[in-house]
């Protein structure tokens, strides 16, 4: 499998506009996980889904924010209207299933937002 | 709520020097923890992963400690290199199936 799969890998846009971004989690994996990181905050968790329904969006910023996960193998983040203080990187990650404890996380290589 | 603590912040030591990470959780109700490297501008890769069973896991020169009860871990870096230089973070998966990540500590190992 190549992996965990996010794109774009950089995204500048302008304040105010719609901005999507995407990730195509590991076949097979149950659990995709939404992260942003900057230095300020560090890792933050906005959402994770478990078999593509949403469990846990209490991490979302603002209603600007949404995400959904139309199958198994697919994940949009969606941020409109876009605000400079977006500006991050966005991670996406993937697990088998937790229950088994040996289960790792898997995380694409990210995408960088900046919104000017 | 779960919240994760990395110290140090950051850490500056010599080549060969073995030296300690820390990491804190505040509930002890995890299912495993995982400590991961990150480089510069790129993703996270994962380094041991420690089930909530396990009180230790080895990768190479790595050693990770779990003490559930009292809510640590360590990362134990052997005979440290240039190569190493990275943020270290780590993560637990609480009751809830959240992954959870500490703030991380900076490493950098000079020549």
């Known amino acids: 499998d190549a992996g965990v799969i996010q794109s774009p890998r950089h995204e500048v846009t302008e304040m105010g506009q719609e901005v999507t971004l995407r990730c195509k989690p590991i076949?097979?994996?149950?659990?995709l996980f939404w992260y942003r990181q900057t230095m300020m905050r560090g890792l933050e968790l906005l959402i994770y889904?478990?078999?593509?329904?949403?469990?846990?969006d209490s991490g979302m910023p603002e209603d600007r924010f949404s995400a959904k996960m139309p199958n198994a193998s697919f994940s949009t983040l969606k941020i409109q209207p876009s605000e400079p203080r977006d500006s991050a990187v966005y991670f996406c990650?993937?697990?088998?299933?937790?229950?088994?404890?040996?289960?790792?996380?898997?995380f694409g290589q990210g995408t960088r937002l900046t919104v000017v | 709520k779960q919240e994760v603590t990395q110290i140090p912040a950051a850490l500056s030591v010599p080549e060969g020097e073995n030296l300690v990470l820390n990491c804190s959780f505040t509930?002890?109700?995890?299912?495993?923890l995982q400590w991961f490297r990150q480089d510069p501008g790129k993703g996270l890769t994962s380094l041991l992963l420690?089930?909530?069973?396990?009180r230790e896991q080895t990768s190479g020169r790595l050693n990770a400690s779990l003490d559930k009860s009292s809510g640590r871990s360590t990362l134990y870096i052997a005979a440290s290199q240039p190569g190493d230089s990275a943020t270290y973070l780590c993560?637990?998966?609480?009751?809830?199936?959240?992954?959870?990540f500490g703030s991380g500590t900076r490493l950098l190992v000079r020549p």
């Open positions: 993560a637990v998966v609480d009751s809830s199936y959240k992954l959870i």
């Open positions: 420690i089930q909530s069973s396990q």
């Open positions: 990650a993937s697990v088998r299933r937790w229950d088994r404890a040996d289960t790792e996380a898997f």
């Open positions: 509930d002890s109700a995890i299912y495993n």
């Open positions: 889904f478990n078999n593509n329904v949403p469990i846990d």
């Open positions: 076949s097979g994996h149950d659990y």
